[in-house]
């Protein structure tokens, strides 16, 4: 190869080319490619690139757009969240807040009809010891009665009449019992 490049130097006059020699002939014909090539790119090459670019601009304003628009609409939703989220809780402490009423006022109805039912049970505990103590009493007198007939009759050894002497005996012990009463 070597040998090839220093026969093309002979035949070209002997003169020993290097990198930094100007030959006029490559210019003009490199001009003239460049300029060729660049008219070609110009007239084919540039408008296809152009609109590749501008479908590219016109994609990416459009991404850019949807993606506000998301954002926008994430924003509207998680505001319209939040609002839910307040309006929630606040019911959830209405309802709270109720249930502790109605609860207090449960509480206060059952209490009250605790002591009704305490006081009735107590008028009735009353009533039935009076009703007792009545009884006993009568219970009492009536035995007194027979107890003092025993004894009168006893003492006096005579027959009196039972019935009469019961009746007199009831009668001087209901007075006993009124006189008690009015002290």
Excluded: C
């Excluded at 003009?28 to 060729?36: D, E, Y």
């Excluded at 969240?81 to 109805?109: D, F, G, M, P, Y």
């Amino acid at each position: 190869m070597i040998g090839l490049l220093a026969l093309a130097q002979e035949e070209a006059g002997g003169h020993v080319a290097s990198p930094f020699d100007i030959n006029g002939g490559v210019i003009i014909w490199t001009v003239v490619i460049f300029v060729i090539l660049l008219a070609l790119l110009w007239r084919l090459g540039y408008p296809s690139l152009l609109r590749m670019v501008e479908e590219r601009e016109r994609r990416i304003q459009k991404q850019l757009e949807d993606a506000e628009k998301a954002n926008a609409e994430a924003q509207r939703l998680l505001e319209e969240h939040k609002k839910q989220i307040a309006a929630a809780r606040n019911e959830a402490q209405e309802i709270l807040a109720k249930a502790k009423t109605v609860s207090q006022k449960e509480r206060e109805t059952l209490l009250a009809k605790a002591r009704e039912e305490y006081d009735a049970l107590l008028n009735r505990a009353r009533k039935d010891i009076d009703a007792e103590k009545d009884k006993a009493i009568l219970a009492l007198r009536r035995e007194a009665v027979e107890l003092s007939i025993a004894a009168a009759s006893r003492v006096i050894e005579a027959n009196l009449d039972t019935e009469a002497n019961r009746r007199l005996v009831t009668e001087f012990l209901e007075s006993l019992g009124k006189a008690e009463k009015k002290k």
